[in-house]
């Protein structure tokens, strides 16, 4: 059990005071801890910020013209026995979508989170039963919130009419790709408006903003690093979305940390957008890919228990260091970057700085095709993380995707293979 800690500007707390806080925390003996609460120093919350927060995800909104033509969109949702349950059909609703299907079972307040083997939206399992009653009700997408209601699971249907779980890569493109477009045909997009992913997304997002002018900013992993370039553009350029590829997302900055119903309300009105062109969210994917290349995404964790465990990990990041790989299956590596010496080696051997705020324990490969290869240990469990990006420049339209998903799988494989994972 734990608790994360906010600041005064809604984000996580980063340093000095983090640092600080579990200093004072060190400092407390089992005899102060006081069981009975003080009532003075308890705030009990009611509607009103439910009104509050509605209000401020509806600022995310971008067209409301194309949600009022297609607000018969049929949506299934599932809060997977967590809290985005209430919130998230009203803030549906708010935006003038009125045909939301929930999973009945899902619904149902469970800390033992008894339909699923695991609450994560990025389990396909977990997504079963929206599936299911999605296929009875013929819906157009089922969207579901974790428990806790930060992240979002996608499920739209592919072109064969089979249902697609889009991955938090694709979701994170998604999101940047329509929020750029839209705001410039609507003559939204401005200058110091700026998009925020982490190291470890796809690149494409980097190639989208690129192309509209739009400045990306680059973070560490968690929603932290995001609401803290928020924070330090305030009043001088606006935010107007950011996200990782483990499902979470932004789409406004009345919000300091990943936001599922603000973020499931904007896939709906782009899942809208796309059926107003006779297009589904699978369309949409394969129009992105053709437009900035394909580009396919896998994670490997590698898990070390124990505290052999913890020495083993600590010894692979120090043998990547002192012996990088010079191809990643068979593709040449002509920039690696060290977050932890901030340094960004070319394959010529010249060396910058890297522009970050902190040090980290991250190491990254890139290659002369788009290849890129990330590792970090995690911060919370016993594993390494390896995230594989390959791309393929081959991708012309929608019927490429199976062949360039096939020849990407086989590139990942031989990449696992050149770092010793198989």
């Given at each position: 059990?734990?608790?994360?800690?906010?600041?005064?500007?809604?984000?996580?707390?980063?340093?000095?005071?983090?640092?600080?806080?579990?200093?004072?925390?060190?400092?407390?003996?089992?005899?102060?801890?006081?069981?009975?609460?003080?009532?003075?120093?308890?705030?009990?919350?009611?509607?009103?910020?439910?009104?509050?927060?509605?209000?401020?995800?509806?600022?995310?909104?971008?067209?409301?013209?194309?949600?009022?033509?297609?607000?018969?969109?049929?949506i299934?949702?599932?809060?997977?026995?967590?809290?985005?349950?209430?919130?998230?059909?009203?803030?549906?609703?708010?935006?003038?979508?009125?045909?939301?299907?929930?999973?009945?079972?899902?619904?149902?307040?469970?800390?033992?989170?008894?339909?699923v083997?695991?609450?994560?939206?990025?389990?396909?399992?977990?997504?079963?039963?929206?599936m299911?009653?999605?296929?009875?009700?013929?819906?157009?997408?089922?969207?579901?919130?974790?428990?806790?209601?930060?992240?979002?699971?996608?499920?739209?249907?592919?072109?064969?009419?089979?249902?697609?779980?889009?991955?938090?890569?694709?979701?994170?493109?998604?999101f940047?790709?329509?929020?750029?477009?839209?705001?410039?045909?609507?003559?939204?997009?401005?200058?110091?408006d700026?998009?925020?992913?982490?190291?470890?997304?796809?690149?494409?997002?980097?190639?989208?903003?690129?192309?509209?002018?739009?400045e990306?900013?680059?973070?560490?992993?968690?929603?932290?690093?995001?609401?803290?370039?928020?924070?330090?553009s305030?009043?001088?350029?606006?935010?107007?979305?950011?996200?990782?590829?483990?499902?979470?997302?932004?789409?406004?900055?009345?919000v300091?940390?990943?936001?599922?119903?603000?973020?499931?309300?904007?896939?709906?009105?782009?899942?809208?957008?796309?059926?107003?062109?006779?297009?589904?969210?699978?369309?949409?994917?394969?129009?992105?890919?053709?437009?900035?290349?394909?580009?396919?995404?896998?994670?490997?964790?590698?898990?070390?228990p124990?505290?052999?465990?913890?020495?083993?990990?600590?010894?692979?990041m120090?043998?990547?260091?002192?012996?990088?790989?010079?191809?990643?299956?068979?593709?040449?590596?002509?920039?690696?970057?060290?977050?932890?010496?901030?340094?960004?080696?070319?394959?010529?051997?010249?060396?910058?700085?890297?522009?970050?705020?902190?040090?980290?324990?991250?190491?990254?490969?890139?290659?002369?095709?788009?290849?890129?290869?990330?590792?970090?240990?995690?911060?919370?469990?016993?594993?390494?993380?390896?995230?594989?990006?390959?791309?393929?420049?081959?991708?012309?339209?929608?019927?490429?995707?199976?062949?360039?998903?096939?020849?990407?799988?086989?590139?990942?494989?031989?990449?696992?293979?050149?770092?010793?994972?198989?």
């Amino acid at each position: 059990n734990g608790y994360k800690a906010y600041w005064s500007d809604g984000a996580q707390v980063l340093a000095p005071h983090d640092t600080g806080i579990i200093e004072e925390v060190n400092k407390v003996t089992i005899d102060q801890v006081k069981f009975e609460a003080n009532w003075d120093k308890i705030q009990i919350i009611g509607g009103e910020m439910d009104y509050d927060y509605m209000t401020a995800v509806h600022s995310a909104m971008i067209d409301q013209d194309v949600i009022n033509r297609q607000k018969d969109l049929n949506i299934v949702y599932s809060a997977m026995h967590g809290t985005g349950r209430v919130i998230v059909p009203l803030c549906l609703r708010s935006w003038g979508f009125q045909n939301i299907n929930v999973v009945p079972e899902q619904m149902v307040v469970d800390g033992n989170f008894p339909t699923v083997v695991s609450p994560n939206p990025e389990n396909a399992e977990a997504m079963t039963l929206g599936m299911k009653l999605g296929t009875k009700l013929n819906a157009d997408l089922v969207v579901a919130t974790d428990p806790d209601a930060d992240r979002l699971a996608i499920v739209c249907r592919d072109d064969k009419g089979e249902w697609m779980i889009i991955n938090g890569n694709q979701t994170c493109m998604m999101f940047c790709y329509y929020i750029i477009e839209n705001k410039k045909k609507l003559g939204l997009l401005k200058p110091t408006d700026f998009l925020v992913k982490t190291i470890v997304t796809t690149e494409v997002i980097a190639k989208i903003a690129e192309k509209n002018n739009v400045e990306l900013r680059d973070c560490y992993t968690g929603f932290k690093w995001i609401a803290r370039e928020i924070a330090i553009s305030e009043g001088k350029q606006q935010y107007i979305g950011g996200g990782e590829e483990s499902f979470g997302f932004l789409p406004y900055d009345k919000v300091r940390d990943k936001d599922a119903p603000a973020s499931i309300c904007l896939i709906c009105e782009i899942a809208a957008w796309a059926k107003d062109q006779g297009k589904t969210l699978y369309d949409l994917l394969m129009q992105i890919y053709a437009e900035y290349g394909f580009s396919k995404e896998f994670t490997v964790n590698v898990v070390r228990p124990g505290k052999t465990g913890a020495d083993e990990i600590k010894q692979m990041m120090a043998n990547f260091r002192s012996n990088p790989p010079k191809e990643l299956g068979g593709s040449q590596i002509c920039l690696w970057k060290d977050y932890q010496a901030l340094t960004a080696t070319k394959e010529d051997g010249s060396v910058e700085k890297l522009d970050m705020p902190a040090t980290s324990n991250v190491l990254q490969w890139f290659c002369t095709d788009g290849t890129k290869v990330s590792v970090r240990p995690s911060g919370t469990e016993p594993k390494i993380k390896f995230y594989i990006e390959v791309k393929d420049s081959s991708f012309k339209c929608a019927g490429c995707y199976e062949r360039c998903n096939k020849a990407a799988e086989e590139k990942i494989e031989a990449i696992k293979k050149s770092l010793g994972l198989n």
